[in-house]
């Protein structure tokens, strides 16, 4: 089966893992959403959608997306991931911005953990990273065993 990984990303990470995710799945390919036309995902029997969580919220163009295309998005086989450093917070973040309808039809809904590379954040976002989550360093909370489990299931 043909697999679409449509990601947003913020400072890289969900396009790395989209990127690994694409590298384990036979036939799969990431895509990034910016650019990407719906027409484009017909060809695919199986599509992933990744996006990266800020302050409890996934990227404007991935919500968008998900509320233009959720009658279309049913048609196909769904996985869907998050990014993001509070993983205690992933039943919540999926539910305030996914579509009920496709948090439903979904295989599979995981949060894949995170990286925060002060390096990479601007001043303002750091102060929230700061605040909410506590963390000034580098920290790399990814979980590969969900990355190698998402995908085990569209394998």
């Known amino acids: 089966m043909k697999t679409a990984i449509v990601y947003t990303t913020k400072q890289g990470t969900t396009k ?19 650019g990407t036309d719906f027409n484009e995902l017909k060809m695919y029997q199986t599509i992933i959608i990744g996006s990266p969580v800020t302050a409890g919220m996934i990227s404007k163009e991935m919500k968008t997306f998900m509320t ?12 869907l991931f998050l990014c993001g450093l ?25 949060f894949v953990g995170g990286i925060y590379d002060p ?34 299931i569209f394998s």
Do not use: M, W
């Not at 233009?68 to 996985?79: A, I, N, P, W």
């Not at 509070?86 to 995981?110: R, Y």
């Open 86 to 110: 509070q993983p205690e917070k992933a039943t919540e973040v999926f539910e305030q911005n996914f579509p009920a309808e496709l948090l439903q039809h979904a295989t599979i809904k995981t």
């Open 16 to 34: 790395q893992v989209a990127t690994q995710l694409a590298a384990k799945i036979p036939d799969a390919v990431a895509l990034p959403l910016k």
């Open 119 to 152: 390096k990479q954040c601007p001043f303002f976002s750091r102060l929230i990273i700061k605040k909410v989550a506590g963390l000034t360093n580098y920290t790399n909370l990814l979980k590969h065993e969900k990355i190698d489990e998402l995908a085990k």
């Open 68 to 79: 233009t295309y959720q009658e279309e998005l049913k048609q196909y086989r769904l996985g």
